[in-house]
């Protein structure tokens, strides 16, 4: 039988400790996507109670790539705590983390509440005040990134920490579906990607986020930053890389890695 106490425990336990446990997934073959999300809600219970804020959302499994592999239809979501918030430019501090990887991707910070179910991209975009690059630094708490679906979702969508940019953009005007972006690791070309590659726009992947939290009594409010899902897949990270993300009318976001 799955104990969601039991493995929130364990998963906050790994987190402080440094140390990854084993798959929730081979341990307990029989748990639910549901299981995963309360197990997900009471690690966000425990790291309130150590003195964390909630300031926002992520979404992850965005791209069909990333479901096919889970063999899901759906993303996923986690939240993101004061303590997870760098600006761009920050120097990031790898021996926070356990088994870290880089994600570009765009981050929506709302002006009104987002409440599902029913919430459609319009209200997305008449709730956001506007958007800004950012790098999402993912992480897993589970040994050697041994990932189902469900395994994810309970460790808070693999979160770790996010680096955000410094130039505002107003979502007005800007066709977000083919936005392009350019990724650099120490000044070198890795990929590129547009919009599109998030649920085909990643105001899509905002309004799929509202209403999935609908489900759980979880609400984006205003103020939240909200991660909209990696534009190319997760890149590898050792001590003293540099990766910036360039996108079309938004500008850049660099983060170092100590």
């Not at 549901?34 to 003195?51: C, F, N, P």
């Not at 992947?205 to 984006?220: E, F, G, H, P």
Request: one cysteine or more; charged letters at 20%; aromatic letters at 8%.
């Amino acid at each position: 039988m799955v104990s969601i106490a039991k493995l929130a425990n364990e998963l906050i336990e790994a987190e402080y400790s440094k140390v990854p446990i084993a798959p929730l997934t081979e341990r307990y073959p029989e748990i639910t996507l549901s299981d995963a999300y309360h197990i997900q809600l009471q690690y966000v219970e425990k790291k309130i109670e150590r003195g964390a804020r909630i300031v926002g959302k992520k979404i992850g499994a965005t791209s069909k790539a990333i479901q096919t592999m889970f063999g899901v239809e759906q993303p996923d979501y986690g939240h993101l705590f004061d303590t997870m918030v760098y600006m761009d430019g920050d120097k990031v501090p790898l021996q926070d983390l356990l088994q870290p990887k880089v994600e570009c991707e765009i981050a929506f910070v709302l002006k009104k509440d987002l409440i599902g179910p029913n919430v459609t991209p319009l209200d997305v975009i008449e709730a956001t005040d506007y958007i800004v690059p950012a790098i999402e630094i993912i992480d897993s708490r589970i040994e050697d990134w041994k990932i189902k679906f469900e395994d994810t979702v309970s460790d808070n969508g693999s979160s770790a920490l996010v680096v955000i940019g410094s130039k505002p953009t107003k979502l007005e005007g800007l066709d977000l579906t083919s936005l392009g972006m350019n990724v650099l690791k120490n000044g070198e070309y890795v990929e590129s990607a547009t919009g599109a590659a998030v649920l085909g726009n990643p105001i899509h992947a905002i309004a799929w986020l509202a209403n999935a939290l609908s489900t759980y009594d979880v609400k984006l409010l205003a103020g939240e930053i909200v991660l909209s899902g990696a534009f190319t897949a997760a890149l590898e990270v050792q001590t003293g890389d540099t990766f910036t993300a360039e996108f079309a009318h938004l500008g850049t976001v660099t983060a170092t890695f100590d």
